[in-house]
């Protein structure tokens, strides 16, 4: 056994259960435990001491673009607020008013010059800080000491990703494996175009698992890209430590209304292309399927409880691509397919919760083509490395 696990036995699991992911039985790994899918008990756990440690996705950088424009996202019954500042700074304010704590800005998108509690009509900047108490200030409370709390903030390549952890490292630290490929198709400047929201009944976990193999094109994406990205032509690629993805490759080459949709990538973007989409994973949960014409990705607004989140399908395009010729019909095509891949992958979702609660369940079989997810939870087990 790995000499970590020996001396560090991670809570909730048994020896057998951590066998079977670091080393698997007979050649075969599995996967962690159903319970990991729906105990409460464990999802607060992960919740104090995985997820509001992590670096989350919340949108791009340019669905707020200009001093005053935001949009609100819920995480762990959390209202926040993400905010461009009349300084340009992005900042993640927790949307509560500091007097009697109802939430400030109505949920959605829009710009504001201030932000104002409509309960009592206490003013705040855009900044956090509280500007105004209505009627009369009130003595002993000095309004400078007041703001809306601020969560940690970066930007990574467009995306913007919030931290409950005030001393998590830079993201940049954590994914610089996919710096390369991203840096090449310029996706800080992709724009958002495709934003919509989906219930998730299920575990946060599911989500993620349905796109991170290519090996389920054979059953829930069956008639829609089977027959052009066969499961058996999925690869891994990008392995390191917090990150893996896979390469899918066309069975007879990229059908035409596929290719280069948009027209052909200018300068540098369009070097080296090879036809060949690519599913990128940060543990634990970024991912985006990505090529230099177009990025789809999930934005996932953690629940209260195990089985209450939603989840966000969106989709960004360079700037080039928008601009071409025929960007509308192009954009309507690439926006149609994700949404009827994700309806696909949320029936997949769907059918795993109700299956995965069952008392009879064993450990999972891992198939060949689903090495990365042995990855992910191998990274998760070590995360409930404590003591
Ligand atoms: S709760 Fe916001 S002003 Fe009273
Ligand atoms: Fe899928």
């Not at 601009?323 to 309806?343: C, D, G, W």
């Amino acid at each position: 056994m790995n000499v970590q696990t020996a001396t560090r036995h991670p809570r909730f699991f048994t020896e057998d259960e951590v066998l079977a992911i670091r080393e698997g039985v007979n050649g075969v790994f599995g996967g962690i435990p159903s319970r990991f899918y729906y105990d409460e008990e464990i999802y607060q756990w992960e919740v104090e001491n995985i997820l509001k440690k992590q670096w989350l996705l919340v949108g791009r950088a340019d669905e707020a673009a200009n001093p005053g424009d935001y949009f609100t996202i819920r995480m762990f019954d959390e209202p926040i607020v993400i905010v461009r500042g009349k300084d340009q700074k992005l900042r993640a304010l927790i949307n509560v008013c500091q007097h009697r704590f109802a939430q400030i800005v109505e949920e959605g998108r829009g710009n504001a010059k201030l932000f104002m509690c409509p309960f009592h009509r206490w003013t705040y900047a855009l900044d956090g800080q509280l500007m105004g108490i209505s009627v009369q200030d009130i003595p002993g409370v000095n309004k400078k000491d007041c703001r809306m709390p601020e969560l940690r903030l970066d930007v990574w390549h467009g995306f913007v990703f919030i931290n409950f952890d005030a001393n998590a490292e830079p993201i940049a630290n954590q994914y610089k494996a996919l710096d390369p490929v991203f840096e090449t198709w310029g996706v800080a400047d992709f724009e958002c175009r495709l934003n919509d929201q989906f219930d998730a009944p299920w575990n946060w976990k599911i989500t993620y698992e349905a796109g991170m193999e290519g090996y389920h094109h054979v059953g829930v994406h069956h008639d829609r890209i089977e027959a052009d990205i066969p499961a058996k032509h999925t690869d891994i690629i990008c392995e390191s430590e917090i990150t893996t993805g896979y390469r899918m490759w066309w069975k007879d080459g990229m059908p035409e209304k596929y290719r280069q949709p948009f027209g052909t990538p200018p300068g540098e973007m369009g070097v080296d292309w090879d036809d060949d989409p690519r599913v990128l994973f940060g543990f634990p949960t970024f991912n985006t399927w990505i090529n230099n014409y177009q990025s789809t990705y999930i934005v996932f607004e953690y629940g209260a409880t195990a089985l209450t989140g939603k989840g966000r399908i969106c989709q960004a395009f360079p700037k080039w691509a928008l601009e071409t010729e025929h960007a509308e019909e192009a954009l309507k095509f690439n926006t149609e397919f994700a949404r009827e891949v994700q309806y696909e992958d949320e029936f997949a979702s769907r059918i795993v919760q109700q299956g995965i609660t069952s008392k009879t369940n064993g450990r999972a079989l891992f198939h060949p083509l689903e090495k990365q997810m042995n990855r992910f939870h191998n990274w998760y087990l070590d995360r409930f490395l404590v003591g």
